[in-house]
């Protein structure tokens, strides 16, 4: 009786399991349209949604991370009187320019050295802290500067190799594969050498 109820469930279960598969996967509805709230915002040369909050709007420009962005947040909540929680989409054009003003020059405001992505220039000798274009041309320019200078990590980054100290053995292997290449064998051949 018991083996009966166990194999009834087995079935039921694999049926529910066949049902589910069959199932089409479920879309996401399109987020909905608040009064107040612009769909799309430009912040800091990026295109961010206006249903995000401030502070998980910040993520999205590059430069910015995880710790940055509490702060961030914080300084603009200040500046503009606003809660650090409230929808991007409800700027005005003049608060996200002044937020487009902060982001660029946030090294001016009370931030901590540690948190800024550019310590003691080589140009300026100053802390700063790049964003966006600016980040990616200053990192273009170091790894440049690196290779002229012909550094250890210049010479690995000219020959495409892992510069941070990581094994190449068996990862980061690009180009033609290796391993063994077998000689084909002509009609005939395989026959001789078995005779052998």
Do not use: C
Request: hydrophobic share 30%; charged share 35%.
């Amino acid at each position: 009786m018991a083996k009966a109820k166990k194999k009834d469930s087995k079935k039921k279960n694999a049926e529910v399991s066949v049902e589910a598969s069959k199932k089409p996967a479920k879309k996401k509805a399109p987020p909905k349209e608040e009064e107040g709230v612009r769909g799309i915002i430009r912040l800091a040369g990026k295109d961010v949604p206006g249903q995000l909050t401030l502070r998980r709007a910040l993520l999205r420009v590059k430069g910015i991370g995880q710790t940055t962005r509490l702060l961030v947040a914080e300084i603009i909540a200040k500046e503009l009187k606003v809660s650090p929680t409230v929808k991007v989409g409800t700027f005005t054009d003049e608060q996200i320019e002044k937020i487009d003003s902060i982001l660029m020059n946030i090294q001016a405001h009370a931030v901590p050295a540690y948190l800024l992505n550019r310590r003691k220039s080589r140009e300026s000798g100053k802390d700063e802290h790049n964003i966006m274009n600016d980040l990616v041309f200053s990192q273009r320019q170091d790894i440049e500067h690196e290779k002229k200078l012909y550094t250890w990590k210049g010479y690995r980054h000219h020959y495409g190799q892992k510069v941070r100290g990581q094994r190449t053995k068996n990862t980061g292997r690009h180009g033609m594969s290796l391993g063994v290449i077998r000689k084909t064998q002509q009609p005939g051949q395989a026959k001789k050498d078995s005779k052998k």
